[in-house]
């Protein structure tokens, strides 16, 4: 928690700005896994009020970044390997259907954009900045979401996001897996391209499980 400095933003409310502060700091693991998140010291530390701050805590824990625990308070969540299955089971469904969708509906426009994305994505990951490939990531997927042109399905997926950043945040952590997920990326865009559905469909269970598998070992490395 010593290096923990608000992230100033004038166009947001303070109770997000104070959301993505504490945010950061846990995918970075500047706060850990079992941390107290104290409201009067986290108030003290950022300089701001207590509301705000209990605020961004009932955010990060709709999001699965922090828990409330019995006599003791908000800590920061660890990764449990049951929620992520969880999560990733019905991020695979629901991915599965936007591609399928997607392959129907996408328009030359789309098309042009997600192969502008994937040779983006390919130039991002040599940054290894991961705030800017985990960017390039949703950008690309966002693509293919607008692309099923099912609003529903969007916004259903969107309410996800959150749960997913953090397995997404640790699996891109994981350097040697990044020439992979680029491939991935250039097989979904070009199964798109060719509107061929089946290879679509096993390309992104492809993705998602390979993410699996990846944060898995992650876990099993913590404990």
């Known amino acids: 928690m010593d290096n923990l400095e608000l992230n100033a ?6 109770r997000d700005v104070v959301f993505h502060t504490l945010r ?34 009932r955010m990060l824990q709709q999001e699965g970044l922090a ?20 999560v990733l089971q019905i991020r695979e469904a629901l991915e599965i259907l936007a591609v399928q969708l997607a392959c129907d509906n996408i328009s030359a426009a789309q098309i042009e954009d997600l192969e502008k994305n994937v040779a983006e994505f390919e130039e991002v990951v040599k940054t290894k900045d991961i705030k800017s490939i985990a960017e390039s990531d949703i950008a690309f997927h966002d693509i293919i979401f607008e692309a099923a042109s099912n609003p529903r399905l969007v916004m259903i997926l969107n309410n996800l996001r959150g749960q997913i950043y953090r397995y997404r945040m640790e699996y891109l952590k994981k350097e040697e897996m990044h ?35 990846a944060i898995k070992n992650i876990i099993s490395e913590q404990e």
Not at 9 to 14: C, G, V
Not at 29 to 43: H, I, S, T, V, Y
Not at 196 to 204: G, L, R, S
């Open 9 to 14: 933003n004038a166009y947001l409310p303070l």
């Open 24 to 57: 950061e700091a846990i995918l970075k693991g500047d706060l850990k896994p079992g941390e107290r998140l104290m409201e009067l010291q986290l108030a003290a530390k950022l300089g701001v009020s207590r509301t705000p701050i209990r605020e961004a805590i």
């Open 67 to 86: 828990i409330t625990v019995p006599r003791k308070g908000a800590e920061v969540a660890g990764i449990e390997q049951k929620d992520m299955e969880d």
């Open 179 to 213: 020439p992979c997920l680029v491939g991935e990326h250039k097989q979904i865009a070009e199964g798109l391209k060719r509107r061929d559905k089946a290879y679509v469909m096993e390309m992104t269970q492809k993705h998602v499980k390979n993410q699996e598998k």
